[in-house]
């Protein structure tokens, strides 16, 4: 075999090697993003069995929705500097956080006539759509970096509106933001998938471990947030 070759056979080798561990590597952060939904599912089951609960945290008011903006913002920074245990404690916290948020919706519309379909409808749905801009954004030789200075910007504003409608409880601006946030998300999801594909290193295992940790903490966010303004619209258009 000549020189050439045997150059080739190793380049080849070393890209089957690489392609083996990213798969494995998103593999790892679609487990880590499971791992969280159904944490999330089970704490909406104990909404939907205990329905004075739903007062209860109605009753913090902001507390919740401030928490999982707090875990979301710091979160990054402790799975990228602290140990693997710390890097799973903050994902973890993130997705009860979010569990005691959304709880009391989903378990009210599971409650009500024909609520359980509309849950189910809704999954469905945000699964489909975060599954096929999921797909894209792995996909994609396009590179998506340059959007992420106007998702940042999107997203600020339909925070800003979002709050505003909890004082405002416009039915019309609320069915508004849900699609527009289902749009905004499924724009998100590509190029947050992309770019978690771009943070994986062949041969850094402890590395790609928290790469995988806060790639399942990030698309977890947009897939919880799919769900829950698809089911709103859903709620919305059945009224």
């Known amino acids: 075999m000549s020189e050439t070759n045997r150059l080739h056979q190793r380049a080849g080798t070393g890209a089957l090697a690489y392609d ?14 499971a791992l969280g939904i159904a ?19 109605g009753g913090l008011g902001f507390i919740p929705f401030i928490g999982v903006l707090a875990v979301g913002w710091f979160a990054p920074k402790v799975i990228f500097s602290g140990s693997r245990q710390m ?5 973890a916290l993130y997705v009860a956080l979010w569990g ?10 599971a409650l009500g006539p024909q609520g359980a379909a509309d849950v189910a409808l ?31 910007m999107a997203g600020i504003g339909f925070l800003v509106l979002i709050v ?11 069915f508004l933001i849900s699609a527009g946030v289902i749009l905004y998300i499924s724009a998100v999801t590509a190029y947050e998938t992309q770019m978690i594909k771009n943070l994986y290193a062949d ?28 089911l709103n619209l859903l709620g919305i258009m059945r009224d």
């Open 203 to 230: 041969g850094a295992t402890e590395q790609n471990e928290r790469a995988a940790i806060f790639g399942a903490f990030a698309l977890y966010g947009s897939f919880v947030t799919l769900f829950i303004h698809v």
């Open 122 to 152: 809704a999954f469905f749905i945000a699964a489909s759509i975060f599954m096929a801009m999921s797909l894209y954004g792995y996909t994609t030789k396009k590179d998506l970096s340059p959007m992420a200075k106007f998702l940042f």
């Open 39 to 57: 944490g999330t599912a089970l704490i909406a089951l104990a909404f939907i069995q205990n329905p004075q609960w739903i007062a209860t945290v």
């Open 87 to 91: 890097a799973f404690g903050a994902y």
């Open 164 to 174: 505003a409608n909890f004082f405002i409880q416009s039915s019309g601006l609320s």
């Open 20 to 33: 083996e561990g990213l798969r494995k590597y998103m593999l790892g952060v679609y487990n880590y993003m």
């Open 100 to 109: 005691v948020l959304i709880g009391p919706f989903v378990a009210a519309t």
